[in-house]
């Protein structure tokens, strides 16, 4: 039985419903931290045809995402983007996401995972030999798109163990291209029948096809053989099997789970990694810390999977640049009932937006909390801290299912870059965060590299 609510949930208005929702639609983290600031952890935004309810309580993100979770599904936003995604594990729900779940659970185990570890030193040792023009170059270069370039080779090497087979297009082009075009559909639904008439819809579905028939193309090369002694996530997806029942995967169910863990995947962990770049080279200190332990723990050689537990302050610090800056700024639910939650009301079909952003940077949990200061995470302090007030990867069973995948390969890149290069910020170039579907540098971060 629901509890009766006890609490109301204040209205957040500052100069009028448009005004507002103009103000929430152009920058909407800042908008939410003025609307905490003002009206507390949890308010209503009105985004004119519905409200949303928007929290950083910790009571209620537990209640909404674990205790009581059957009761919400992903909000309309995330829903669109089945139209790339289809049921892959972010957006299915109910029995159905449960059974893709557990199939795809055992290729994220920590000792699965440790398997790909040599596949991403490879990968990375690529970018970096690579990398090595931009060296004592007089113009800064955007790291912002060197990082995700990077990640997108990480995800697709280990996803496909670098065979691709079918058309040879740059797939985080077209993928990205995809992103937009449903961005844009989230932010301004009335343009929709628009891009019907004006060829951006038609666009979109030829670069959907086109990477389709890769990953189909490719799927079936590799149900012809014999995949033994091959070790990515499709040949472990590929032998997935349910326990209870026995069933595999079929080859919709792998095209969705594939796309669905390139797009999760890679531009969130890209993000991480710049906003990591943009805080050290403006903490000179920290960033000689970081290049003292990494330089003389590993010297020239090539990191082992040991070196990451030998390296903690490396961590730290991807720790603390995924709280000032989670890649994943909000996670919207949509509730099936009625609901209390920590006395709060919440209707049928209501939505609610949990603020990761406000969360990270909440003082009662975070002292100083615009400060960057990795020392938070050292093992002593985070014994100490709320539990559930640090979620970059979500809380409760829709938890990132790729949260170690993108410690070891944040990690393992930010360690390799340190080794080999020095970056100095190009304060000349703007940082401007926007919150797209992860929260990215707008116009990149721009490094001059030394
Ligand atoms: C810094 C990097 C990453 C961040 C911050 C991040 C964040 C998140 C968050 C917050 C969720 C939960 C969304 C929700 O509950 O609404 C999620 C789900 C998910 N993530 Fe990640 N993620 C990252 C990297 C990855 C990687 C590397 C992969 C795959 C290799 C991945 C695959 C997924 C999948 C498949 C889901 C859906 C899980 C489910 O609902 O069962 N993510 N991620």
């Not at 002694?229 to 595999?248: I, P, V």
């Not at 080859?251 to 789970?257: A, G, I, M, T, W």
């Not at 200061?373 to 990132?400: A, N, Q, W």
């Amino acid at each position: 039985m629901v509890k009766i609510a006890t609490k109301s949930i204040p209205k957040a208005r500052f100069k009028g419903r448009f005004a507002d929702l103009n103000a929430f639609r152009t920058d909407p983290p800042e908008h939410m931290r003025k609307c905490k600031e003002k009206f507390g952890d949890t308010f209503h935004l009105d985004l004119i045809f519905q409200k949303a309810m928007v929290t950083s309580n910790p009571e209620v993100i537990r209640h909404v995402l674990q205790t009581n979770n059957k009761n919400y599904i992903k909000d309309l936003a995330y829903r669109k983007l089945k139209l790339a995604l289809g049921n892959g594990l972010l957006m299915n729900e109910g029995e159905s996401w449960m059974a893709q779940r557990r199939l795809a659970q055992p290729a994220f185990y920590k000792k699965r995972l440790e398997g790909l570890f040599d596949t991403m030193v490879e990968t990375t040792e690529r970018f970096i030999a690579d990398f090595e023009q931009h060296r004592g170059n007089t113009s800064s270069i955007n790291i912002t798109s060197e990082m995700n370039a990077v990640a997108s080779d990480v995800a697709l090497d280990t996803l496909l163990g670098g065979n691709r087979y079918g058309d040879n297009i740059d797939i985080q082009e077209t993928i990205s291209r995809a992103q937009k075009y449903i961005v844009g559909r989230i932010r301004y639904p009335w343009k929709t029948p628009m891009a019907y008439i004006n060829g951006r819809h038609r666009r979109f579905q030829n670069d959907l096809n086109r990477f389709d028939k890769i990953i189909f193309d490719t799927i079936d090369q590799h149900r012809k053989r014999d995949m033994s002694d091959e070790n990515h996530l499709l040949s472990m997806l590929l032998e997935a099997r349910d326990e209870d029942t026995g069933e595999q995967m079929n080859n919709q169910q792998l095209r969705d789970e594939l796309i669905t863990i390139y797009v999760a995947g890679h531009e969130t962990s890209a993000n991480a990694l710049s906003w990591t770049w943009y805080l050290l080279t403006q903490h000179p200190d920290i960033y000689q810390r970081l290049k003292d332990e990494v330089r003389s723990t590993l010297g020239n050689r090539r990191p082992t999977l040991a070196d990451l537990r030998a390296l903690p302050f490396a961590r730290q610090v991807m720790e603390e640049a995924m709280r000032l800056y989670p890649p994943a700024w909000t996670m919207g639910r949509e509730a099936l009932n009625d609901d209390e939650a920590d006395g709060y009301p919440i209707s049928k079909g209501g939505m609610v937006f949990i603020s990761i952003c406000n969360m990270h940077r909440d003082e009662r949990y975070w002292e100083n909390p615009e400060k960057f200061d990795p020392d938070r995470f050292s093992p002593e302090r985070t014994k100490e801290r709320h539990r559930g007030v640090y979620i970059p990867f979500g809380l409760g069973p829709r938890m990132c299912i790729g949260n170690n995948f993108a410690l070891m390969e944040i990690q393992l890149i930010i360690m390799m870059m340190v080794q080999h290069f020095d970056f100095e910020l190009d304060t000349a170039h703007p940082v401007v965060p926007e919150a797209l579907i992860t929260l990215r540098p707008k116009h990149g971060i721009k490094v001059f590299v030394k």
